[in-house]
């Protein structure tokens, strides 16, 4: 496994990279570390740094009342899982691996969800996967909780600034000409994102996540404007004129059809994966497939004896009910 690769980061503008770090850097409540103090036990010499993103830093929920989501990034396959060849094997075919974590903190109980990937993997997705799973994420507001040392922390600025500019690099050529502001160029950005896994997620959910970090946002494009001339020219007042053309707008929903198909096969598999990961992994894949799809998969013992055959039985569903199309 290649575990040395380095985003080039020379093509990126200083204002963007400076911008992340200052998001990521931020203050995280105090109980996160014992998040962190549990992944470093768990993980050992081979974790590079761990970061929070997603929802509990988009909404006033307690710690103790939600789900907490985290990457954990880890500098090599083997190392993470000495004992466990097969998880060391599923996390390089088709990263990242998912797990449930529980840990006491006070008296109370806190939970998350986190993704295992290499810090070379992450590199990879934020700047050249064609799929959005980590570009799009990543372009979102995130904290730092942990780096190994320096490096891995300027490895992983680079990395989100990379995430930004892809995702406008990709979404904004979907547009149609004209003028927007900050808050409309994201919130199409992120449906698309949403439309390309297995997400019931509406236009609100889009709008109200732009809404809510709408500084960030409008930071961070005019950090990544000097690298968007030919998508995005700065007017007055924060609004921007999309200067794209109907054939850029034709090969962006081509590629876009294309993001659909791949995500939601690939979200499939990734589920697939869960049933070895998580206790009762059957039922959360199938919980979190009817979640985002509203289809509802029989536990069949057949499935239960097989879990393996879960991604087949959900693609044959989803097909037979338009899911995918």
């Not at 992120?190 to 609100?204: D, G, I, N, Q």
């Amino acid at each position: 496994m290649d575990t040395n690769f380095q985003a080039a980061d020379h093509r990126l503008p200083a204002e963007l990279i400076d911008a992340v770090a200052a998001q990521s850097n931020l203050s995280v409540p105090l109980e996160l570390g014992s998040f962190v103090t549990a992944l470093t036990t768990r993980f050992s010499d081979s974790l590079d740094a761990v970061l929070l993103y997603g929802s509990c830093l988009h909404s006033d929920c307690s710690l103790d009342e939600g789900i907490v989501d985290l990457y954990v990034l880890v500098d090599d396959y083997r190392k993470a899982y000495p004992q466990q060849r097969l998880l060391a094997l599923f996390n390089g075919w088709l990263p990242p691996n998912v797990f449930y974590l529980e840990v006491a903190h006070q008296g109370k109980t806190l939970r998350a969800k986190y993704a295992v990937i290499s810090t070379a993997d992450f590199e990879r997705g934020a700047q050249f996967w064609f799929h959005s799973y980590i570009w799009a994420r990543f372009a979102q507001p995130s904290r730092l909780l942990f780096a190994r040392d320096d490096a891995v922390h300027q490895r992983i600025h680079m990395a989100i600034a990379h995430s930004v500019m892809t995702f406008l690099k990709s979404g904004v050529p979907a547009i149609e000409a004209g003028e927007l502001n900050v808050e409309e160029i994201w919130t199409r950005c992120l449906m698309l994102t949403y439309a390309s896994e297995l997400r019931a997620e509406k236009e609100t959910r889009a709008r109200h996540l732009a809404q809510t970090n709408l500084p960030v946002f409008i930071r961070w494009t005019q950090a990544a404007s000097p690298m968007l001339t030919s998508l995005l020219l700065q007017q007055q007042d924060g609004v921007y004129r999309c200067l794209t053309t109907p054939a850029m707008q034709r090969q962006a929903h081509w590629r876009w059809r294309l993001r659909r198909w791949q995500g939601r096969v690939l979200s499939l598999l990734r589920l697939g994966k869960a049933v070895f990961t998580f206790v009762n992994g059957v039922e959360y894949a199938v919980w979190k497939i009817e979640r985002h799809t509203g289809v509802r998969i029989e536990v069949t013992p057949m499935l239960r004896r097989h879990p393996i055959l879960l991604g087949l039985v959900a693609l044959r569903q989803l097909l037979r009910r338009g899911v995918l199309r």
